[in-house]
Nanobody
Framework: QVQLVESGGGLVQPGGSLRLSCAAS????????MGWYRQAPGKQRELVAT???????NYLEPVKGRFTISRDNAKKMVYLQMNSLRPEDTAVYYC???????????????WGQGTQVTVSS
């Protein structure tokens, strides 16, 4: 098995910045697309940003220009740099990755445990 471990959440004032990190606990055969999702209280989980193993990125419209997703394949990590944070960005942020554990394994979705981001003055 492999676990995704997130870090970097916290409380920040509007306009501030945070950087989320997510690391895979072991080196699998392949890590495909990695991404960040978020879920605010009373709302459905939504995709924030994704990045393919080739570096192609995709963003939720409200975060474009403010958030940047990146990955370090050698370190098995994905990052989310969040700038100009707004109160509506408050949510639990989850790391996601499509992983093949072994060459013969099926591609499967893995999720982190979530990290709280609160934007408030």
């Amino acid at each position: 098995q492999v676990q995704l471990v997130e870090s970097g959440g916290g409380l920040v004032q509007p306009g501030g910045s945070l950087r989320l990190s997510c690391a895979a606990s072991r080196r699998p055969f392949n890590i495909n697309t990695m991404g960040w999702y978020r879920q605010a209280p009373g709302k459905q989980r939504e995709l924030v940003a994704t990045i393919t193993d080739g570096g192609i990125t995709n963003y939720l419209e409200p975060v474009k220009g403010r958030f940047t997703i990146s990955r370090d394949n050698a370190k098995k990590m994905v990052y989310l740099q969040m700038n100009s944070l707004r109160p509506e960005d408050t949510a639990v942020y989850y790391c996601n990755a499509g992983i093949k554990l072994y060459s013969y394994s099926a591609l499967r979705d893995y999720w982190g445990q979530g990290t709280q981001v609160t934007v408030s003055s």
